[in-house]
């Protein structure tokens, strides 16, 4: 079983930074994609930004800039750096992982949240 566990998340002044970290246990996911996703209240989950084993990221186009994923193989630990936060990233922010061969993600934590205050 993999457990997922997300750190770093509070409250915040707009513009200021956060760094999430999303710590795995259970075994090696150096393998899997992992993602970061968040769900603001009243608004669906939505994906933040992923990478694979090797360091391709993905990131949501309106967050590019200001968001940046990397990870830890060694540490099977994903990091997600916030800069420039606005009000409008109040969120509770998941990591989750899935094997390359699954289309879903299947592991996810339990969030972190994010306040940025105006």
């Known amino acids: 079983q993999v457990s997922l566990v997300e750190s770093g998340g509070g409250l915040v002044q707009a513009g200021g930074s956060l760094r999430l970290s999303c710590a795995a246990s259970g075994r090696t996911l150096g393998s899997h994609f992992m993602g970061w996703f968040r769900q603001a209240p009243g608004k669906e989950r939505e994906l933040v930004s992923s990478?694979?084993?090797?360091?391709?990221?993905y990131d949501t186009d309106s967050l590019k800039g200001r968001f940046t994923i990397s990870r830890d193989n060694a540490k099977n630990t994903v990091y997600l750096q916030m800069n420039s936060l606005k009000p409008e990233d109040t969120a509770l922010y998941y990591c989750?992982?899935?094997?390359?061969?699954?289309?879903?993600?299947?592991?996810w934590g339990q969030g972190t949240q994010v306040t940025v205050s105006s």
């Open positions: 989750a992982a899935r094997a390359p061969s699954d289309p879903d993600y299947k592991y």
């Open positions: 990478i694979t084993r090797s360091g391709i990221t």
